[in-house]
């Protein structure tokens, strides 16, 4: 094992932080994923229809929307027959605001993301002296600001994007109630475009198309880890009651596959999908900087993030893959880094699209992204990265 001294060292050379398993309580199991019946799979994965309906729609051109998130092809479409593109930790940056901290998983910020296409925002809470903080592993590691505060910044921005819906997806790391995230959505005003289901503990086939959830102004869905459904707060469902997930803590190009990893009480992905559950294809690997501490991986991201089918590790073969294993396209998909690949080409493709209205951010410098995820105190990050290394190494 190499001294304490020397992994000190080049811990504090390469990065400002370093972050342990980044997505939430693991709830991993075995199994081989059931094939379910669904309409047929091309060969190029492309606009795969879910084995699920959507709720009686009028035409959404009579409504006036010219194109719901960024296609006319999706207005008409349910939400659950979308493939929605995601920014995993979408509030924890690598760029100029966090001295470039090896604990980000993304280069730019939410409100960036969501003008490039980014329409699933992902990030962990955690209670930090009674406020609810977007902090990643620790608030002492990486700490992105209130939540509330993010929230607001993304409902400015879907203020001035009237045809966009937004899925939001929170891992409730201190297992904070329900009532507690009510506060801070009804604080920032964000919830007044919340979506309910008619029944919010269960999960259902049937969602509304885009064009109706942006007619009514219900277009903003979210999702919370580990919390208990409360008709109080309609608008805030619990993850698993609608969502099940493929492992996330991968840490080889060839670690990506479409087993179901959680919710547990679910034997198999082909098992969740009957239930009605939606799929969420998790594609982002972590590499080891120390023995214990896991950091991801930005090395292989244009592998990882690449929309092609030819290479293993890239997210068009993953994405493709799970279609023919599971008979419906992955309803979310999340991965570090969005703007390389893009990533988004590849949600483009399921859903059969060539999208308008974006603002690229290729060739952009990552530099200081002001807005939503902006990061604080990269000094007192530095104190953090030298006592959390001294306590990994003293756990070796």
């Not at 959507?54 to 979308?82: Q, W």
């Not at 600001?145 to 607001?152: C, F, I, M, N, R």
């Not at 009510?182 to 503990?201: D, H, K, M, P, W």
């Amino acid at each position: 094992m190499p001294s304490l001294i020397s992994s000190l060292a080049t811990a504090l050379l390469l990065a400002s932080g370093i972050c342990a398993i980044p997505q939430g309580p693991s709830g991993a199991e075995s199994g081989i994923v059931s094939a379910v019946s669904a309409a047929s799979v091309s060969t190029a994965g492309v606009a795969v229809s879910q084995a699920t309906t959507a709720s009686p729609s009028s035409s959404n051109a009579a409504s006036g929307i010219s194109a719901c998130n960024n296609s006319p092809l999706l207005c008409d479409r349910a939400y659950n027959n979308v493939t929605h593109m995601g920014a995993h930790d979408s509030s924890f940056l690598r760029d100029a605001s966090t001295s470039d901290s090896l604990a980000g998983n993304q280069y730019f910020n939410a409100t960036v993301a969501l003008d490039a296409g980014i329409r699933l925002l992902q990030a962990q809470v955690h209670d930090a002296n009674g406020t609810l903080q977007l902090c990643h592993t620790s608030c002492t590691l990486l700490d992105a600001g209130p939540l509330q505060d993010w929230l607001a910044k993304i409902k400015f921005w879907m203020d001035n994007n009237p045809n966009e819906v937004v899925t939001i997806l929170l891992v409730n790391s201190d297992n904070k109630l329900v009532s507690d995230y009510a506060a801070v959505f009804e604080g920032s005003g964000i919830s007044t475009y919340g979506y309910q289901l008619s029944n919010g503990s269960s999960a259902s086939n049937t969602w509304p198309t885009l064009g109706d959830m942006i007619t009514s102004n219900k277009r903003l869905v979210t999702f919370i880890a580990s919390i208990d459904y409360s008709p109080t707060y309609p608008y805030l469902l619990s993850e698993f009651d609608h969502v099940f997930e493929t492992a996330y803590n991968v840490l080889s190009l060839s670690g990506f596959n479409c087993t179901l990893d959680r919710p547990s009480g679910q034997g198999s992905a082909g098992d969740a999908i009957s239930a009605g559950l939606m799929p969420l294809m998790n594609h982002f690997a972590d590499s080891l900087l120390l023995q214990g501490v896991q950091i991801p991986d930005e090395t292989d991201i244009d592998i990882t993030n690449s929309p092609d089918t030819s290479t293993t590790g890239n997210l068009g073969l993953h994405a493709d893959t799970c279609v023919k294993q599971w008979g419906v396209k992955p309803t979310f998909i999340l991965v570090d880094f969005f703007d390389h690949g893009p990533a988004i080409d590849t949600a483009d493709r399921l859903n059969g699209i060539t999208a308008t209205g974006r603002k690229s951010v290729s060739g952009e410098s990552k530099g200081n992204t002001s807005g939503a995820g902006e990061n604080h105190s990269p000094m007192g990050m530095n104190v953090a990265l030298i006592a959390f290394v001294v306590f990994a190494l003293a756990m070796v």
